[in-house]
Every structure is written in structure tokens, then in C-alpha cells.
């Protein structure tokens, strides 16, 4: 999985493009990668699902703890793209409930 890292956009979210699958093998990397920004100040985070195919229990631990970590502090987790079999893993799993989706991503 790539971890595409953007600037802050006009609406202060920090974007991060998610490309393959997020299984096993590639979600602990990924859910690091977005904890480390989490610990260097960012309050307002935008994860991009648009790319990802494949999600795993392992890549919704990371999902979980992710959230976890941005409401300790206060902060904000946008999803966008969630689609296809992602979607219906965070929904089986219902963790979709108490993720915030972006407009037009809304179930």
C-alpha cells in the first residue's frame, strides 16, 4: 500500500491518498505512518479510501486505533472513497457507524 501525503488544504484537513490493499502486510505501516502525524500536531486528518480494493480485520484494527487516537486529542478523521469491499467490511464490521464519511460518501 502507498501513503501519499498531502499539505493542508484551504479547509486545514491534511490529506492522505491511500493506493492498494490494506491488509496484514500493509496497514500497520500505514496506520504508523498516520499516528506519526497525529503525534507531530495534526488535528484535522482526511483519509482517502478512492484507491484501496481490499480491506482486512488488520487494516480495520488500524482504522480503529487511528480514531482512537485522533479523539483523544480532540481531532477530526474525514473518510472519502469508501466503496466497493472496504465499505462493506467497516459496515459488516459496523465500525462505518461512528466514522465521519464526506458528503457524497454518506450511506
Not at 490493499?21 to 504508523?32: F, G, H, K, T, V
Not at 483523544?72 to 466503496?83: E, H, M
Amino acid at each position: 500500500m502507498n501513503v501519499l501525503l498531502s499539505k493542508n488544504a484551504d479547509d486545514g484537513y491534511r490529506t492522505v491518498l491511500l493506493d492498494g490493499d490494506c491488509d496484514l502486510y500493509s496497514a500497520p505501516s500505514m496506520r504508523d505512518a498516520i499516528l506519526a502525524l497525529i503525534a507531530r500536531g495534526t488535528r484535522r486528518l482526511r483519509l482517502d479510501f478512492g484507491k484501496v480494493g481490499y480491506l482486512d480485520s488488520t487494516g480495520v484494527g488500524s482504522i480503529i486505533r487511528i480514531l482512537h487516537a485522533m479523539k483523544a486529542i480532540g481531532g477530526t478523521v474525514v473518510f472519502r472513497g469508501l466503496a466497493g469491499s472496504p465499505r462493506k467490511v467497516l459496515e459488516y464490521c459496523n465500525v462505518i457507524s461512528v466514522m465521519r464519511l464526506e458528503e457524497g460518501d454518506a450511506a
